[in-house]
């Protein structure tokens, strides 16, 4: 009972539940009871992080928690809601559909739609899932065309793994009304299916949206071309038994003119509040006003299926280009849910006290890291070095960051898997039992010295002997090529620069290595580094890149690293390839049974873990997060950064009015 | 060469009520810049900014000579450490000793001021002269172009400018010079306007004198009072603006720094009661800006013939 996996225990305890009210579901329906105690609540937007894409389908350059999961998905339900009371398990009473049902040795799956319905009362039925299919088929077809540029990206799927999701779907149609089937291309872990491919399902409601200009018309046709499918011939680069739809169509017709159509329409930020397109929704709110400087207000969808209804009046969110702004406002009371900045941690008591405010960790089920942009040109052939990547991991001073700029919150990253929830049992024993690369100057030094670096301290660390034998530093590396990199770090939070600014005196001052920083809001960093680059198409604006956060495993809700580390993955914006590691992947999607689940995880983990992909940064909670102490419903913070603003009650003054 | 300046030095701003005539007859080169300095010293306000200024250029110049500091490598292990005796002013949130990073703030924070203002009176005074001695269609050009960018936001302009650059100091210096030459631009073509109908302007021309003779040797010259205060409000100006990017993020990176970056991040503490992060920069920017104010007002006192003749 001991070795029982935890995570596995909530995930299948998760499956259970699901499956108990999906009987429960076929012998009747529940209403719950609307509660109208009204009130707005106003929720505080990351530092420089307002949201700017509003449309699921999302490229890897809006693929943000700011954008679909704080923001979107109040909106735009998943077809299956991860998160449950603070866990890391399928809602099922959150969802759209009911649990997913495997048949034919786990080669097929049946879903089964409730009868819910969009905001302007028509039903979400299967022909909505299967239109989300279509277009998510063609943004993700190696043969569709190039749509979009690198400042204004086309339609793509921050999500999207080279033979994963949907490309691992021989077929799908609709079964009646209320039913898709899709034929997979092999037999797929049932939980790994669900929890990382069958999550990438958003219902979009085809009636409305299934066109190719604003002028319409709107049909049920634009979008059908992509339905067809075929194996991908094996000049599309994808792994064996991929499926492709035969016409994914152009950026002007078919299902991937529709998807450019959408994402052009996302991209106008100015008309999100005025849009038709962007008012037809079937999650618990609707847009009611949109700034272009982020601040949003969404008022309850009166047709919302789902329970709890709203309750609230309306959820505003405020932006902020500071975490120091937002700490005044924070002072000010007018927040409903804000953030404490770590350094003014010591302020707690008085907010509490003067505000009415209670602090609230928000862990989730993330990691913490920065890429390396192995594709670069001139950085690229340098961060590929293994050598390399394990010195500069031991220049990271994680205690460090964690002691001094974190207020000591916070545990040391080794790997890909998160350490929250606390004694996570999908945390390999390497991985939960401490640095693989601890801080080490000596080490960091030897191991340059080693390669065939000429190692000046506080000065230019050149390369003295290029090769590619043992002992030099390594191919693409020419005579006198510099350690000197240029960082990326998203402005406004304080915590981060302090990071940024210790990492790059210890670089210099012990090892040589140059790191010239530069700021740019969070968007704008993103929107760099998740640029599509790969050893095909090779980016040379930017070398290094932190946004401040990492990620949470959403929609990859099973932490098998696909999304983020397998070759050519869309969020795997530094393009780190490597065979073995590929191979580990796959493995955890096909395991038989539990335990070779974990063993399968175990072996990917510790692999990253020694390989260095990223560079690991400490983990800590994703926010402290202040709230108004009578603030109903709001506790537990979702796991994978998600809120649910539908269940909030606004107490005695925890919903301060709005100033304006 | 000196008796151009003696001579059409006076008519620049003799204009009505002077008694002085026109090629500045009445003194030699020397008793004219006697008496510039003796209405300047009689500003006391204009002493206090002088000697704030040479402290100024002394404390960030000399000081780091004299008050050895590591301001390349931080030290963590020492961060936001109240003021004591090993550390006057404290460390900051990475560990640097603030005095040090004051001098240190301060020497790019001056020498961006000073070439920004350099290089924005520089572009001004030829933009505003060729303007203003060429007249019509030439003048109507350029100083709608002038008219046109002024309608653009500075700070906005700015903030555009810093995004789009890498931000250094020579990045900054040439991005505030040529956003703040507007400015003296407007100024120098009003003098130009007046100075180019004045008798030894056409006594130049009426000697086969050309257009580049008559600008550089005879209107420039004679603009060089309303320049020279205009470059010391410039330099007052450049340091408020660097300090303005700095203070919303577009300053210089680290480990280089300056006192409206040092500013911005101390208010990350302000609630902390970290005071030393924030006083000693903030001070700074104040006791300069106010400085160039009070020198700029004396030597447009000094250099202003009717009030010479209080």
């Keep these: 009972m001991i070795s029982m996996p935890k995570l596995s225990f909530w995930r299948m305890a998760g499956v259970a539940a699901a499956a108990a009210l999906f009987v429960a579901a076929c012998g009747g329906t529940t209403t719950a009871p609307k509660t109208t105690s009204g009130g707005i609540v106003t929720f505080a937007e990351g530092p420089s992080a307002p949201p700017n894409y509003i449309l699921p389908l999302a490229s890897g350059s809006y693929f943000s928690v700011t954008n679909l999961s704080d923001f979107s998905q109040n909106m735009y339900l998943p077809l299956y809601w991860f998160g449950n009371n603070g866990e890391p398990t399928l809602n099922e009473p959150l969802s759209v559909a009911n649990a997913p049902v495997y048949s034919n040795n786990n080669s097929q799956v049946t879903i089964t739609l409730k009868n819910w319905q969009w905001s302007n009362g028509t039903p979400i039925t299967a022909r909505d899932v299967v239109f989300w299919m279509n277009l998510l088929s063609a943004a993700t077809d190696p043969k569709s065309p190039a749509v979009g540029t690198s400042t204004a990206p086309g339609p793509g799927w921050g999500a999207d793994v080279p033979g994963g999701f949907p490309q691992n779907v021989i077929s799908y149609k609709t079964v009646g009304t209320n039913k898709v089937e899709f034929k997979l291309n092999g037999s797929y872990n049932p939980t790994w ?73 996302s991209q106008n930020l100015s008309s999100y509040a005025t849009n038709p397109l962007w008012q037809v929704v079937d999650g618990p709110f609707k847009l009611n006003q949109f700034t272009t400087s982020g601040f949003v207000k969404m008022v309850p969808n009166k047709n919302y299926s789902g329970s ?22 924070l002072r000010s009371g007018s927040l409903s849910i804000g953030y404490i900045p770590v350094q003014d941690l010591a302020q707690k008591a008085a907010l509490e006290k003067n505000q ?68 996570n049992p999908d945390e390999s024993p390497l991985e939960a039992n401490g640095q693989v690369y601890p801080y080490s100057t000596t080490k960091a030094v030897s191991l340059l010295k080693d390669n065939g670096w000429t190692v000046k301290p506080g000065g230019i660390t050149v390369c003295g002997t290029p090769g590619t034998a043992s002992g030099d530093c390594g191919a693409g590396i020419a005579a006198g090529a510099p350690l000197t990199f240029n960082m990326l770090y998203a402005s406004g939070a304080t915590e981060l620069t302090n990071q940024m600014e210790a990492m790059q005196s210890t670089m210099k001052s012990v090892a040589g290595i140059t790191i010239n920083l530069k700021t740019a809001p969070f968007s704008q960093v993103i929107s760099t580094a998740f640029n599509g680059c790969t050893f095909a198409t090779p980016c040379s604006g930017w070398q290094l890149a932190d946004w401040g956060g990492g990620w949470v495993y959403s929609p990859d809700y099973f932490p098998t690293g696909g999304e983020l580390f397998t070759t050519g993955a869309s969020s795997n914006n530094g393009d780190y390839s490597n065979p073995i590691n590929d191979a580990n992947i796959v493995a955890t999607h096909t395991a038989a049974n539990q335990t070779a ?50 269940k909030y009650t606004c107490g005695t003054g925890a919903c301060p009015t709005p100033a304006g | 060469m000196i008796e151009d300046v003696r001579t059409e030095l006076m008519p620049v701003a003799g204009g009505v009520g002077t008694a002085m005539p026109e090629g500045g007859e009445g003194y030699s080169s020397g008793s004219v810049w006697r008496l510039i300095l003796a209405v300047f010293l009689e500003n006391r306000l204009a002493i206090v900014g002088l000697g704030l200024i040479v402290f100024m250029v002394l404390f960030c110049f000399v000081g780091p000579l004299v008050y050895h500091t590591q301001q390349v490598f931080n030290n963590p292990n020492i961060a936001n450490l109240p003021p004591s005796a090993h550390h006057p002013l404290g460390t900051d949130p990475v560990g640097y000793d603030m005095l040090g990073r004051l001098m240190l703030g301060g020497q790019s924070s001056l020498e961006i001021g000073f070439a920004a203002a350099l290089i924005a009176v520089g572009i001004g005074v030829i933009w505003g002269a060729t303007a203003g001695l060429a007249g019509g269609v030439v003048d109507a050009v350029m100083m ?40 003296p631009a407007r100024l120098v073509r ?14 130049v021309r009426v000697m086969g004198g050309g257009s580049g003779r008559v600008l550089l040797r005879h209107i420039i010259p004679n603009t060089v009072g309303t320049i020279v205060v205009n470059a010391t409000f410039q330099v007052a100006d450049a340091i408020i603006f660097v300090a303005t990017l700095s203070f919303l ?57 009717r009030l010479q003749q209080r």
């Design chain 1, 308 to 329: 709890p209804k709203p309750s609230i009046s309306a959820f505003e969110e405020l932006p902020f280009t500071t975490d120091t702004a937002e700490f005044n406002a």
């Design chain 1, 356 to 423: 009415g405010y209670t602090l609230n960790y928000w862990y989730d089920f993330g990691i913490v890291y920065f890429p390396y942009n192995f594709t670069n040109p001139t950085a690229g052939p340098i961060f590929k070095q293994l050598y390399f990547r394990q010195a500069f991991q031991s220049l990271v001073n994680q205690p460090q960051y964690i002691k001094d700029f974190g207020a000591g919150i916070g545990t040391i990253n080794n790997g890909p898997v998160p350490g929250y929830p606390v004694k």
């Design chain 2, 190 to 203: 009003g003098e130009t306007l007046s100075l180019r109908v004045r008798e030894y302007v056409q006594a």
């Design chain 2, 144 to 183: 709608r172009i002038v008219d046109a960018l002024l309608a653009i936001p500075f700070l906005f302009a700015l903030i555009l400018l810093g995004a789009i650059f890498t931000t250094s100091i020579p990045e900054l210096i040439i991005v505030i010079g040529l956003v703040a030459w507007l400015v």
């Design chain 1, 193 to 265: 299916y669900t929890y990382n491919e069958l999550s990438q399902i958003y219902p979009m409601p085809s009636a409305s949206w299934d066109e190719l200009s604003a002028a319409g018309p709107v049909s049920l046709s634009n979008d059908a071309s992509a339905q067809t499918r075929e194996l991908a011939p094996a000049s599309f680069g994808l792994p064996a038994n991929s499926y492709v739809p035969v016409n994914p169509g152009t950026g002007t017709s078919g299902a991937l003119g529709v998807a450019q159509f959408l994402n052009t329409q």
């Design chain 1, 597 to 646: 689940e974990i063993a399968a995880l175990f072996k990917y983990e510790d692999f990253l873990a020694k390989q260095l992909p990223v560079v690991w940064m400490p983990n800590g909670p994703y926010q402290l997060t202040m709230y108004k102490s009578n603030l109903g419903g709001f506790v537990p913070q979702g796991i994978y950064d998600e809120i649910y603003p539908q």
């Design chain 2, 249 to 305: 993020g577009i300053g210089v990176p680290p480990p280089a720094t300056n006192w409206g970056g040092e500013l911005s991040n101390g208010l990350s503490y302000f609630y902390d009661g970290y005071w030393w992060l924030i006083y000693p920069a903030g001070i700074a920017i104040v006791l300069t800006v106010v400085a160039f104010n009070f020198v700029g007002d004396a030597m447009r006192d000094a250099l202003e013939v």
